[in-house]
Nanobody, 128 residues
Framework: VQLQASGGGLVQAGGSLIVSCTAS????????LGWFRQAPGKERDFVAG???????RYADSVKGRFAISTDFFENMMYLRMNGLKPEDTAVYYC???????????????????????WGQGTQVTVSS
């Protein structure tokens, strides 16, 4: 599967933004999905993820503000971000991991090493 993230931009603190990830060459229903972010000079960190069975998991820093969702008809995934803070400024990446019939569909993966497929990233900048 090939992933392409989009929708980043500049937003004021307290504002909202939705970043999108378009998939091609694979059906997102067959994958566990995730969003990660990397701020300048820092490592890439887990933000949100969804298991193949639809469970979700969030980093503590975004819990209650961000929401991951999917549109299997359009073969897309989204990250809705509300109450944005300057510390949310980063490049946001979407990621996917194949989950086969014999695997545990309930696992939500939070390590970047768990994911095989990555989008190119989209910049989100939050001004204070």
């Amino acid at each position: 599967v090939q992933l392409q993230a989009s929708g980043g931009g500049l937003v004021q603190a307290g504002g909202s933004l939705i970043v999108s990830c378009t998939a091609s060459g694979g059906d997102l229903r067959n994958y566990a999905l995730g969003w990660f972010r990397q701020a300048p000079g820092k490592e890439r960190d887990f933000v949100a993820g969804t298991s193949r069975s639809g469970g979700t998991r969030y980093a503590d820093s975004v819990k209650g503000r961000f929401a991951i969702s999917t549109d299997f008809f359009e073969n897309m995934m989204y990250l809705r971000m509300n109450g944005l803070k300057p510390e949310d400024t980063a490049v946001y990446y979407c990621a996917a991991r194949t989950v086969s019939h014999g695997d545990d569909w309930t696992i939500t993966y939070s390590s970047e090493n768990d994911y095989s497929y990555w989008g190119q990233g989209t910049q989100v900048t939050v001004s204070s």
